[in-house]
């Protein structure tokens, strides 16, 4: 069956669906479990105003991984708590080349993503992160319906 799953999240309430199904997945097979999200990156300026109106003793906390690591640290929660240890991977650049980069990486047998995206004329967008990783992905992939 599959021995490494990655599934990639941006936090929102439908790729929790893609999170759930992979967790359950991983727990069922006793497979490897790699949880991505990606961000942005953020411009030095930026990054330097942020840190500038913080406490002295977080300023140091604050970057670009911040809101990417909540996002990560509660999905590897949802695995945890079902007794699974995940591995958590916050990717700067395209969510769509970060799933793929991390599957390439921890030799996936197992893309798990949602189909947000995927409906209607969006579909046959480039941008559509189901639609990039399902013709792109160096193994099987899944894509749960969440819509």
Do not use: W
Not at 47 to 55: R, T
Not at 69 to 77: E, F, G, M, Q
Not at 82 to 100: R, Y
């Amino acid at each position: 069956m599959f021995k490494r799953i990655v599934v990639g999240t941006d936090g929102s309430e439908t790729a929790g669906q893609a999170v759930r199904q992979a967790v359950e997945l991983a727990k069922l097979a006793g497979a490897e479990l790699s949880i991505v999200s990606a961000y942005a990156p953020v411009s030095s300026r930026r990054l330097q105003s942020e840190q500038e109106g913080a406490p002295a003793d977080v300023q140091h906390e604050i970057g670009p991984r911040e809101d990417v690591n909540l996002v990560l640290d509660a999905a590897a929660a949802k695995a945890k708590k079902e007794g699974l240890e995940a591995q958590t991977h916050p990717v700067e650049g395209d969510p769509a080349e970060a799933v793929l980069n991390v599957a390439e990486e921890v030799d996936a047998d197992l893309i798990v993503v949602g189909n947000k995206g995927m409906t209607g004329a969006r579909r046959f967008l480039l941008g559509s992160v189901p639609n990039n990783v399902s013709h792109h992905a160096p193994c099987s992939v899944m894509i749960v319906r969440t819509t």
